[in-house]
């Protein structure tokens, strides 16, 4: 089983930063993805960011040049450095990890944090 948990969600001012970070624990696999996910309010999840086993990343539109996704993969642990927030960022940020290559995997979630953005 993989268990997947989240930190560092919490309340800032527009135009702050904040880091969150996931740590995967159990059995992963060697080729697999971790990513960001986030939610808002009466709205679909939609994809932040991801980073491969191999290190490629992929960001949402929004989010480029603000956002940086990293990994630690001796910790199987995914950071998320958000910079210039803004209030639209106001979301609950969800870890993901699909683990297995893409003709065979399974995804596993973070039970979520919620990022505030005041302004």
């Known amino acids: 089983q993989v268990q997947l948990v989240e930190s560092g969600g919490g309340l800032v001012q527009a135009g702050g930063s904040l880091r969150l970070s996931c740590a995967a624990s159990g059995s992963i696999f060697s080729i697999n993805v971790m990513g960001w996910y986030r939610q808002a309010a009466g709205k679909q999840r939609e994809l932040v960011a991801t980073i491969t086993n191999t290190g490629y990343t992929n960001y949402e539109e929004s989010v480029k040049g603000r956002f940086t996704i990293s990994r630690d993969s001796t910790k199987n642990t995914v950071y998320l450095h958000m910079n210039s927030l803004k209030s639209e960022d106001t979301s609950v940020y969800y870890c993901?990890?699909?683990?297995?290559?893409?003709?065979?995997?399974?995804?596993?979630w973070g039970q979520g944090t919620q990022v505030t953005v005041s302004t």
């Open positions: 993901n990890l699909r683990n297995g290559p893409m003709s065979e995997y399974n995804d596993y």
